[in-house]
């Protein structure tokens, strides 16, 4: 029996070293990513949706469009896809909400692309790309991928599974949810590793 418990305790901690290590990993990874870097020319911007509160964008997403707005404002040529779905909490899908911050930031209509049924980022990124497709036959299209810092790599990577030639807008990420953010983003990355594929 002693042996058996000693077996069981080493191959627990084998496995919480292991997940220790790629927790420290991971993190270096989405704090690398998540630090802004020159921006090369793009055909396109996407910014990914976050919660709603009813209608009213959350401080997440409050961040990721403010960011888009300054870029779009400085790039008039570029237009934007905004890309999320409706939550069972949301009263509107969130690429409405997006939609109608950037117009009230001046933000032309004939610039923004609507896409307005993903629930993941995976699906955000899929189905952006799919709106493109539609209207733009171009190879190696450039994007833009405009998130909070800590969801910068798993964007990325994601997008480079989908065939896209990404970039990354890093926003700022509101005080209150920073810690909880890039723990629950190592879980994410992970499940995105393993789940989301073309």
């Not at 020159?38 to 709603?52: F, K, M, Q």
């Not at 610039?111 to 493109?132: A, P």
């Amino acid at each position: 029996m002693k042996h058996l418990i000693k077996k069981a305790i080493y191959f627990m901690t084998i496995m919480i070293c292991m997940m220790l290590i790629s927790f420290i990993i991971v993190q270096a990874l989405i704090v690398m990513d998540g630090r802004y870097k020159p921006i090369g020319e793009v055909d396109y911007v996407i910014v990914l949706g976050a919660r709603l509160y009813g209608d009213i964008p959350s401080p997440s997403l409050t961040e990721r469009l403010k960011a888009a707005t300054v870029y779009l404002k400085e790039n008039e040529e570029v237009k934007v896809i905004v890309s999320g779905g409706q939550g069972i909490d949301e009263d509107i899908p969130e690429a409405h909400a997006m939609k109608k911050y950037l117009l009230d930031n001046h933000i032309n209509s004939d610039r923004i692309i609507q896409e307005d049924r993903s629930t993941t980022t995976f699906e955000n990124l899929s189905m952006s790309l799919d709106k493109v497709k539609k209207t733009d036959s171009r190879e190696n299209l450039r994007f833009l991928i405009v998130t909070n810092k800590y969801h910068i790599f798993r964007s990325k990577f994601l997008a480079k599974r989908l065939g896209i030639i990404p970039e990354g807008l890093p926003a700022k990420i509101p005080p209150t949810v920073i810690i909880q953010s890039y723990i629950r983003e190592y879980f994410a990355v992970v499940k995105s590793f393993f789940m989301d594929r073309v």
